[in-house]
Antibody, heavy 120, light 108 residues
Framework: QVQLVESGGGVVQPGWSLTLSCEAS????????IHWFRQAPGKGLEWVTL????????YYADSVKGRFTISRDNSANTLYLQMKSLRPEDTAVYYC?????????????WGRGTLVIVSS | EIVLTQSPGTLSLSPGERGTLSCRAS???????LAWYQQKPGQGPRLLIY???SRATGIPDRFSGSGSGTDFTLTISRLEPEDFAVYYC?????????FGGGTKVEIK
């Protein structure tokens, strides 16, 4: 079964750091680019970042550039999102998802998400 | 940036009825690069349709997508109880990718 499972969310204070993980199973992880999206409570989906299959290419949304870092360990089938200098507006459910066809940004599957709350 | 407007915001239907969801783009979506997703509470989105009309693996044939240019439609031929959810369209023909605001399909 093709699956992505996020973990690592929690409640942190503004300015703190947090690292999210995304564990993949059921497919050859190293063949696919992986993206992070987020969804603020009651809001729509926002693209956050992507990493290419080999880890050599990374892109970030302007809203997180310089604060978030995406990385992957293909030997462990795991993706990471290091988040620093967190702000209240980073509060959201964070999802990892696979770019199903290289170069075409539609996504499948998605994980169930992990909730990050940034609040004092 | 392409703005996607979904209508209606909420669709109230009974099981067995046909559902028609609209997604209108502020400019033409290149190569009909449009996807549809279903999202249920507490879950991530589920890909239903890509390239405007191609059904994703494992998606029942009661779901169909159509359209081109600026007007796209997701049709659910006969609603099953598990189909009541929020549906999003997403374009990937132009950067940045964008999502519509969603249509909630609720039980009447």
């Amino acid at each position: 079964q093709v699956q992505l499972v996020e973990s690592g969310g929690g409640v942190v204070q503004p300015g703190w750091s947090l690292t999210l993980s995304c564990e993949a199973s059921g497919f050859t992880f190293s063949d696919y680019s992986i993206h992070w999206f987020r969804q603020a409570p009651g809001k729509g989906l926002e693209w956050v970042t992507l990493i290419s299959s080999d880890g050599n290419t990374r892109y970030y949304a302007d809203s997180v550039k310089g604060r978030f870092t995406i990385s992957r360990d293909n030997s462990a089938n795991t993706l990471y999102l290091q988040m620093k200098s967190l702000r209240p507006e980073d509060t959201a459910v964070y999802y990892c998802t696979r770019e199903l066809v290289t170069g075409k940004w539609f996504f499948d599957p998605w994980g169930r998400g992990t909730l990050v709350i940034v609040s004092s | 940036e392409i703005v996607l407007t979904q209508s209606p915001g909420t669709l109230s239907l009974s099981p067995g009825e046909r559902g028609t969801l609209s997604c209108r783009a502020s400019q033409s979506v290149s190569r009909s690069y449009l996807a549809w997703y279903q999202q249920k509470p507490g879950q991530g989105p589920r890909l239903l349709i890509y390239d405007a009309s191609s059904r994703a693996t494992g998606i029942p044939d009661r779901f169909s997508g159509s359209g081109s240019g600026t007007d796209f439609t997701l049709t659910i031929s006969r609603l099953e109880p598990e189909d009541f959810a929020v549906y999003y369209c997403q374009q990937y023909g132009s950067s940045p990718l964008t999502f519509g605001g969603g249509t909630k399909v609720e039980i009447k």
